[in-house]
């Protein structure tokens, strides 16, 4: 396919996906590429990839993934590009009886070359852990350290690519969230926003993250793009707790889908749970049928940051067998962070069925903000139609989605999401520990 480099490209979304292909739209040599997004401000508040932090690892059992995230973490270690928005602590991956998804994944990484130290024996875990902190580690416990990761200062990034697609001349426009795809002929030709502003377009990529399917019900994309809530926690750490737990490398088990960083420089530790997560299905004028849609902190303030008692309860336990001192400890806050769940887990990257005006790039099923420098190169190869054809039928957006097989992401994300119900959601004294919880 002979790429034109004339062509008006409107992106949909100016997170992880949108922002990443739009530079590389630019770098390629497009001209006319703009950004939307339907935030007032940038990065949107209530996005995935807007976040203190997100793992960075290599570790897939599907070596795929585990190739590509060592691309990305090759160029996240460029700190003029970067800056300090890479933090290489390492990420310890706990293995579990029974549980082969790491163990694939670490075969994969020795296969690539990665820095693994592999760990058998609680006292051998215990050692790649500072030694002032206390770790609960299981007798039989068995593991490994991958130096070759990390986690990333999601929002810096985010910001940092920004400055990369305005410095190429790309245009990124907040506060336009879109009413409707303009079409002729069956084919994409522009965007209208809820302002009545127009963006005509030769081609339209389709970035908008969790908000995909609802707010475009007509491409009937309820079941390619889930938008699922996944539950976070906050603790703020003194100064001096801080300085204990600061040297430690990333806490992953994919059997149990609890993961916990070291603290980041404003003391702030971050846990959770990547799971089936929750929806919420809401009803519209634009679908006959209630489609999963976000509920954020700008679309129900403080209340839309909050996380059902159960996952809550979920959390401080599972902190509890990790980090039992912090596990003591109030949280600061919780968050829902909405995903774009596929059935299998592999992105959705590709034209519209008969339509070749319109692209998607979504669907990051939890683990796409790693890719970030890299990703976007993907979104264009598919563009121009360089997709290796293994890749393509990989990330297209009419696949057929078969049993999930455990390569992407463990079992723990196989079963369906529950409906959130605002009834559960926890308040600010659940955020307290049992112990110091006021008696009712």
Not at 116 to 143: K, Q
Request: hydrophobic share 40%; aromatic share 8%.
């Amino acid at each position: 396919m002979v790429a034109d480099r004339d062509k008006r490209i409107v992106v949909i979304g100016a997170g992880c996906f949108g922002l990443s292909a739009a530079y590389h739209l630019l770098k390629r040599g497009y001209q006319q590429v703009t950004v939307i997004d339907r935030a007032p401000i940038l990065p949107a508040p209530d996005a995935a990839s807007t976040d203190i932090n997100k793992i960075v690892r290599s570790s897939y059992a599907d070596i795929y993934y585990t190739r590509l995230a060592r691309e990305a973490i090759s160029a996240w270690k460029e700190a003029e590009e970067w800056a300090d928005t890479y933090h290489e602590s390492g990420v310890y991956c706990a293995l579990s009886l029974g549980e082969t998804y790491t163990d694939k994944a670490y075969e994969n990484d020795v296969a690539l070359g990665a820095r693994i130290e592999y760990l058998s024996g609680p006292d051998a875990v215990r050692g790649v852990f500072p030694p002032s902190v206390n770790i609960s580690v299981p007798e039989h416990a068995r593991g490994y350290l991958n130096r070759d990761g990390g986690w990333a200062f999601a929002s810096q990034g985010i910001s940092r690519m920004m400055d990369k697609v305005t410095a190429l001349g790309g245009k990124i426009i907040p506060g336009k969230p879109v009413a409707e795809l303009l079409r002729t002929d069956g084919k994409t030709t522009g965007v209208r926003c809820e302002d009545g502003s127009v963006f005509e377009a030769d081609l339209v990529v389709l970035s908008a993250g969790s908000w995909t399917a609802s707010a475009f019900p007509e491409l009937s994309l309820q079941k390619t793009c889930l938008a699922t809530g996944q539950c976070v926690a906050m603790l703020q750490l003194t100064p001096e707790e801080a300085d204990m737990y600061r040297d430690c490398p990333v806490f992953l088990n994919f059997h149990t889908g609890f993961y916990v960083f070291p603290p980041n420089q404003d003391n702030v530790m971050k846990l959770a749970i990547h799971d089936c997560g929750y929806t919420q299905p809401v009803k519209s004028d634009k679908s006959a049928s209630p489609v999963s849609t976000p509920r954020t902190v700008l679309t129900h303030g403080p209340d839309g940051l909050r996380i059902p008692k159960a996952s809550l309860h979920k959390l401080r336990s599972e902190l509890a067998q990790v980090y039992p001192e912090l596990a003591k400890k109030p949280f600061a806050g919780t968050r829902l962070c909405w995903y774009t769940d596929s059935p299998d887990e592999n992105w959705v990257i590709g034209y519209y069925p008969d339509d070749p005006n319109l692209f998607l790039a979504t669907s990051g099923s939890g683990h796409a903000y790693k890719f970030l420098p890299v990703l976007g190169r993907l979104v264009v190869d598919g563009i121009e139609g360089a997709l290796p054809p293994d890749v393509m039928e990989r990330f297209a957006v009419d696949r057929a989605h078969g049993t999930k097989d455990g390569t992407i992401e463990p079992e723990i994300r196989a079963h369906p999401p529950a409906p959130l119900e605002e009834e559960d959601l926890c308040k600010p004294e659940d955020l307290l520990p049992a112990s110091a919880a006021v008696p009712v």
